[in-house]
């Protein structure tokens, strides 16, 4: 799976401007604040209809414009294929090959990405939250089935906490059953399919901590194993434990059974990460997770996704640089940074330099290879 060309028309900082990318690794560098994330970012948001960095899609707009254009020339195993989205105030549209997808569903897997940045720390440092977001995610780039799942399960997991709320409990009583069946139903698929990767995940995020670390380090991930069992039998289970938390569910105003509620722990040399780990530990088992789910993209879609690396250098030592750009040798990557020539050591790339939105030409620059 590959980015051949991208167009950005009022996009964040961009006024108008055409990329190129090569098939291997391709670099954005240039100051800070120059556009150079806001890019990846458009990458990002073709592969998979959303961006990491903001809630509302109105704020990918250029400031004074009314809307935003991202045009993708892409190309996959089946062949090439052209994404656009246009993005409004209220409204966005998105086309493949110049037919417009009613669902979001339907973008998902025609080409897939990784993005990684400093900010991907929060997957073991902050809450739960962060890594069902990134499972989510993932998961849902690779199998539609668990997009919609994870979306109807979200609509009546609201409605019931909704429920939960009227003060005629007798009435509550009387409806909480309508919403648990179908609850469970959505719920057990993705119990599901999260235990299925994750138990992909797991060695390819120890093999590769263990690249980076020369062996200094093991990583290990410890999901919750609340459910056993095929899609049927986990149903049964959450259905049965929805049942039994009626009071305090009641009692506190929502729902405190389910997926919604799900976690994963990261141990490194068997110390649990997110209370005793350091930041550079903390870095090191972030990218291995991520250079595990490129692996399960290849295994799943049977293609590499493109991986987006976000002023990642500045945070590794030398080392580590030269470890990871020798891992992603043979994978469109792309890659921010303030300056080239300091994360390059010698690898073969293609070089474009941002500066205030645009592509920065300058005489007798050329790619580095």
């Not at 962060?130 to 995610?137: A, D, L, P, V």
């Not at 990583?219 to 069992?229: I, M, V």
Request: glycine share 6%; aromatic share 8%; charged share 30%.
């Amino acid at each position: 799976m590959q980015i051949k060309k991208l167009f950005l028309q009022n996009f964040r900082n961009y006024e108008s401007e055409s990329f190129e990318f090569d098939s291997g690794l391709n670099i954005l560098f240039g100051k800070n604040a120059q556009g150079k994330t806001n890019c990846a970012e458009a990458v990002f948001y073709l592969c998979t209809g959303s961006s990491l960095r903001i809630r509302h899609d109105k704020q990918l707009i250029k400031m004074g414009a009314e809307s935003a254009k991202i045009v993708a020339e892409t190309e996959n195993r089946y062949g090439r294929l052209t994404i656009e989205a246009n993005i409004y105030e209220n409204k966005r549209e998105i086309k493949i090959n110049g037919s417009k997808i009613t669902k979001n569903a339907d973008l998902m897997g025609h080409v897939n990405s990784v993005f990684f940045s400093p900010g991907e720390l929060r997957l073991i440092q902050d809450g739960p939250d962060e890594r069902r977001r990134f499972m989510n995610m993932s998961i849902s780039q690779t199998s539609p089935n668990y997009y919609t799942a994870l979306l109807r399960y979200n609509k009546i997991l609201d409605q019931r906490n909704t429920l939960l709320k009227n003060k005629d409990v007798s009435l509550v009583l009387d409806t909480l059953p309508v919403w648990d069946e179908q609850l469970a139903k959505y719920a057990s698929v993705i119990v599901k399919k999260r235990a299925e990767f994750l138990e992909k995940l797991t060695p390819y995020a120890g093999e590769f901590h263990s690249f980076l670390t020369d062996g200094a380090e093991d990583l290990r991930l410890a999901p919750d194993r609340k459910y056993e069992g095929d899609e049927s039998e986990i149903a049964k289970t959450i259905l049965r434990r929805l049942t039994n938390n009626y009071e305090k569910d009641l009692r506190l105003g929502f729902t405190t059974v389910g997926p919604h509620r799900d976690d994963v722990d990261f141990f490194i040399g068997g110390i649990d990460a997110k209370a005793y780990a350091s930041q550079g530990q903390t870095r090191t088992a972030a990218l291995a997770v991520k250079l595990a789910e490129v692996e399960i993209f290849k295994e799943y879609s049977g293609e590499y996704p493109v991986l987006i690396l976000d002023d990642v250098m500045s945070e590794l030592d030398l080392p580590r640089r030269k470890k990871l750009l020798k891992r992603i040798s043979g994978l469109q990557t792309i890659l921010t940074c303030t300056h080239a020539e300091r994360v390059l050591y010698g690898t073969e790339c293609k070089k474009i330099r941002i500066e205030k939105g645009r592509i920065k030409q300058e005489k007798g620059e050329q790619d580095a290879r």
